[in-house]
């Protein structure tokens, strides 16, 4: 999981914190500590996907499991991240400008038709690929915010009245039939799955 993603934190129906997970899995250790133990529902407010978190232990051992890996200066361990991403061998190309050269394997047509294009080649194929990924940059954003939402109505609001009815409009992109079918829920439940929804049905 992304440590700098942030969190809903949910006990039946109450949203009790929001925040970065280090913050409110410290905050939920707190009130845990503070009150009979209750069973407390994590969302991560990127994708709408729940976790489990691990309280137990002191609060010092809560805030080096969900913390950052971090340097003296602060910043993310460049060891460890080298680990996780090693960098790709050297090939052909064009290394100081970000670019790295690999195989492509396309039928002669297409070699012939990439020749004819202005730059060449390789110019007509990133320009191509730019293209596509603006063109479906709102599609995709819309289908994550659904997928989203989608995800923490049916943990959070899956026996609510008019659920069904929610996520039919939420794929229908219908935000006035989307509100309307969600105004009864419990308010935090309710406001965090038009949030999740906002980007879909704006």
């Given amino acids: 999981m992304k440590t700098t993603d942030k969190y809903y934190a949910f ?24 009150s009979a133990k209750e069973s407390i529902s994590f969302f991560n407010l990127r994708n709408g996907k729940q976790i489990d978190l691990d309280l137990s ?5 809560v805030r080096q499991r969900y ?26 190309g064009r290394p100081k400008l970000g670019v790295i ?16 294009q202005r730059g060449g080649a390789s110019a007509a194929l990133r320009r191509l690929i730019e293209e596509s990924r603006k063109a479906g940059a709102a599609d995709e954003m819309i289908r994550q915010s659904q997928d989203s939402a989608n995800r923490f109505m049916y943990a959070m609001a899956g026996d609510l009245p008019g659920f069904e009815e929610a996520v039919r409009a939420l794929y ?19 406001d965090c799955s038009r949030r999740y929804a906002e980007a879909a049905l704006s």
């Fill in 11 to 34: 006990r039946a129906q109450e949203l009790l914190a929001s925040g970065p997970l280090q913050e409110i899995a410290v905050d939920i250790k707190n009130q845990l500590n503070q």
């Fill in 57 to 61: 232990g002191s609060e010092s051992d």
């Fill in 67 to 92: 913390g950052a890996t971090e340097t003296a200066g602060g910043k993310e361990d460049a060891g460890s991240e080298a680990a996780k991403n090693p960098m790709p061998k050297k090939g052909r």
């Fill in 101 to 116: 050269g690999r195989e492509v394997t396309l039928l002669p047509r297409h070699w012939e038709w990439l020749d004819t």
């Fill in 172 to 190: 229908a992109k219908d935000k006035q039939v989307f509100d309307q079918e969600t105004q009864a829920w419990p308010l935090d439940i309710r």
